[in-house]
């Protein structure tokens, strides 16, 4: 009886174990996430150049629709009053993904990247912003109607939080 008591224990322990580490761990970001990142690294040192430039993101938003590149019916609200400085798309796994990169008030840029992502992991929340700092790249990723969504920029969470409140 005392066996199958430790037998039961060591069961449990292990079980419980694997649900908190699983819980616990840092999440990662995606391939396309990473090759989003990748893209706007080369378009920040000038090793590669926009597929247009507007300082007006209506019109870079119009530029991927007739380009047939995935894009935002809407931006989130305090994206849209920031100065555009152009947008880029490549291909991920035989899918288009577009970047649209904004001047920050504070100098620096943030950019919003556009996906059709089928098979975005479920932990991807529609609607709901998930963070994640990846060394200096804090981004925030969300899903809506078919379409993942990724806000990035070099620097903190708390950051990038003040452009989807």
Known sequence: ?????????VILGSILGAVIWHGTRPAHLAGWQN?????ISSLARQESSFDAQSRDPGELL?????NHAPTA???PNKLGKLSSLG??????????????CFARPDGGLIHVVIAAR???????RKG??????????ATATWREAGTSYMLA???????LRVYLL
Do not use: H, Y
């Not at 090759?35 to 893209?39: G, Q």
């Not at 119009?62 to 007739?66: C, E, G």
């Not at 947008?87 to 649209?100: A, G, L, M, N, P």
């Not at 709901?128 to 790249?137: D, K, L, M, S």
């Open 62 to 66: 119009a530029w991927l629709r007739a």
């Open 35 to 39: 090759a989003a990142l990748d893209v």
């Open 118 to 124: 089928r098979d975005e992991p479920a932990r991807v």
């Open 73 to 75: 019916e809407k931006l």
């Open 87 to 100: 947008c880029k798309t490549f291909f991920w796994k035989d899918e288009r993904v577009s970047v649209i």
């Open 1 to 9: 009886m005392r066996k199958w008591a430790i037998a039961a224990a």
């Open 153 to 159: 920029l070099e620097g903190s969470t708390e950051q």
């Open 128 to 137: 709901r912003p998930e963070f994640i700092q990846q060394g200096n790249w």
